[in-house]
């Protein structure tokens, strides 16, 4: 559930921020992406993406060669490596980011809350082999919820990214 409310609020800010210019540095940027586990995420696309294509053929009909196969994951390998994925992380959010985002986001990371949800996050992240069985888990999780939790978890979710709640009660 922390993993989906984290990654609805990295989406929210990273792609909500439509037409702003470049307001942080490299550093900063690779600093909140760390603080906020996103480093570690997104260093772990490209064995999640070569599971699924195992996955994927495992359940196919036909398979392509052992040389097609091979080629197929080297692309992959390529395409999601830690290094470009983490690099078009740093630039979306040098790019998107204001200064006011920056510090918001940073307050929130070096706050107690975030800390702890932070170590919560990377102890959930070494217990689970699988994140697409988590993720599924999580959104059925919460799409079960009663609409009175949903409202208030879709509040949390403004209020994180947009550094204010909507309707303060």
């Not at 995420?41 to 036909?62: K, N, R, T, Y």
């Not at 091979?70 to 692309?75: F, K, L």
């Not at 999780?141 to 709640?165: I, M, N, T, W, Y």
Request: charged letters at 25%; proline letters at 4%.
């Amino acid at each position: 559930m922390i993993k989906l409310l984290r990654f609805l609020l990295l989406s929210a800010i990273l792609f909500g921020a439509g037409g702003t210019h470049a307001q942080t540095d490299h550093a900063t940027a690779e600093n909140l992406l760390r603080k906020s586990g996103l480093w570690d995420q997104l260093g772990s696309v490209a064995p999640q993406v070569q599971a699924g294509f195992a996955e994927a053929l495992s359940q196919g009909d036909s398979k392509p060669s052992a040389a097609e196969a091979e080629r197929i994951s080297r692309v992959i390998e390529n395409a999601f490596s830690a290094t470009r994925m983490r690099a078009i992380g740093i630039k979306l959010v040098a790019k998107k980011l204001s200064a006011r985002d920056v510090a918001d986001l940073l307050r929130w990371y070096d706050s107690p809350i975030g800390r702890h949800i932070a170590k919560l996050e990377a102890k959930a992240s070494e217990e689970s082999g699988d994140l697409q069985a988590l993720m599924k888990q999580g959104l059925a999780l919460l799409e079960s919820s009663p609409p009175p939790r949903r409202k208030l978890l879709d509040e949390l979710l403004v209020f994180v990214a947009c550094g204010r709640a909507e309707n303060p009660a």
